[in-house]
Each structure stands twice: as C-alpha cells, then as structure tokens.
C-alpha cells in the first residue's frame, strides 16, 4: 500500500509539473513567435509522440514506468525543439514575401537534415542501452525505449503533420477571418 500511494504521489507531481511546463512553453513561444495559435501548432505533435512510445514498450515487452514518464516529459522537449526549428523557419520564408505553400516546401526542405540528424544522434546514443543485458540497465531501458521509439515515430510525424497543420491553420484563419472570400 505505501509504495502505490508514493507512486501516485509521484504521478501526481509529475501531471502538475508537466501542466505547468506546458504552460511555460506555451507563453514562451506565443512570446517568441507573436502568435497566440502558432504555439499550438508546435505543441500538437506532443501527443503524436505517443504512438511511439506504446508500440516501442509492446514491442519490447517492458512495461511503462515512472521512468518512461520521465523520458516522456523529456521527449516532449526534443520534439518541440524538432518543431520550432521547422515552423521558425517557415515562418522567416513567409516574411520575406513567399507563398505559403512555397514556404512550407522550402521550409521543410531546409530543415529535413536539422530535424532528422537532431533526432538520430539522440536514437544513436540511446541505441546500445536498448541491448544491454546487465541487471543495473533493466532499470533503465524503460526511459530509453520511450525516448528511442518516441523519437522514431515523432520525427516523421514532425516532418509531416507539423506544415500540414500550418496550411490547415492558413486556411482556417481566412474562413473564419475573410468568410466572404471563401
């Protein structure tokens, strides 16, 4: 009994503190970006980061831990990293007079070496973890296999879902802002 109530303690702070960081993000990058939704677009790849992780621990037959949420609060951190690099960008593209479907491309063509490399060097480094048989690694391969799995899957979902939802947001801004011109 007192180790499931310390443990729900610990999810408990954890739900806080990852509420509160979310909320700190959020205010950075409406400040960085001077935006109230592009923010959003950024931060909507986090749950997407998910996919990964569940399928990396069903493949790998360990179950989620405490560590793994830790690992999934960090991960959240390298994938909007990923995702700032590429709306940032999109963004300069825009400003200086490109279309918005130009920007995009160029864009995210630009930053596809950034993004991937950024994520690889991070899989590479926790790769050998993934394969370590020593009782003291067991402990750890939950955090690794929710960073490695997460990284997988999250980083294509950046390349892909991130200039879909800025065209997405695009046009919901002229429906709902410019309704005549649709």
Same mark, same amino acid.
């Given at each position: 009994a007192g180790r499931a109530e310390e443990q729900a303690d610990t999810f408990s702070d954890m739900k806080r503190g990852a509420i509160l960081s979310f909320?700190?993000?959020?205010?950075?990058?409406?400040?960085?970006?001077?935006?109230?939704?592009l923010p959003f677009t950024i931060m909507s790849i986090i749950p997407f980061t998910l996919i990964g992780v569940i399928f990396g621990h069903w493949i790998t037959g360990f179950d989620?831990?405490?560590?793994?949420?830790? *690992?999934?609060?960090?991960?959240?951190?390298?994938v909007i990293n990923d995702s700032i690099i590429m709306v940032s960008n999109i963004k300069e593209k825009i400003q200086k007079g490109l279309e918005?479907?130009? *920007?995009?491309?160029?864009?995210?063509?630009?930053?596809?070496? *950034?993004?991937?490399?950024?994520?690889?060097?991070?899989?590479?480094?926790?790769?050998?973890?993934?394969?370590?048989?020593?009782?003291?690694?067991?402990?750890?391969?939950?955090? *690794?296999?929710?960073?490695?799995?997460?990284?997988?899957?999250?980083?294509?979902?950046?390349?892909?879902?991130?200039?879909?939802?800025?065209k997405i947001g695009d046009f919901l801004k002229r429906l709902f802002i410019f309704p005549k011109l649709w």
């Amino acid at each position: 009994a007192g180790r499931a109530e310390e443990q729900a303690d610990t999810f408990s702070d954890m739900k806080r503190g990852a509420i509160l960081s979310f909320f700190v993000i959020y205010l950075i990058l409406a400040f960085i970006f001077q935006s109230y939704t592009l923010p959003f677009t950024i931060m909507s790849i986090i749950p997407f980061t998910l996919i990964g992780v569940i399928f990396g621990h069903w493949i790998t037959g360990f179950d989620i831990t405490i560590l793994s949420m830790v *690992a999934l609060l960090g991960l959240t951190g390298i994938v909007i990293n990923d995702s700032i690099i590429m709306v940032s960008n999109i963004k300069e593209k825009i400003q200086k007079g490109l279309e918005l479907n130009d *920007a995009i491309i160029g864009g995210s063509k630009e930053r596809l070496r *950034a993004v991937i490399l950024t994520s690889l060097t991070t899989i590479g480094g926790l790769t050998p973890l993934l394969f370590e048989t020593s009782v003291q690694a067991q402990f750890l391969k939950p955090m *690794a296999i929710t960073l490695v799995f997460g990284l997988l899957s999250s980083t294509f979902l950046v390349l892909l879902i991130i200039p879909n939802l800025i065209k997405i947001g695009d046009f919901l801004k002229r429906l709902f802002i410019f309704p005549k011109l649709w």
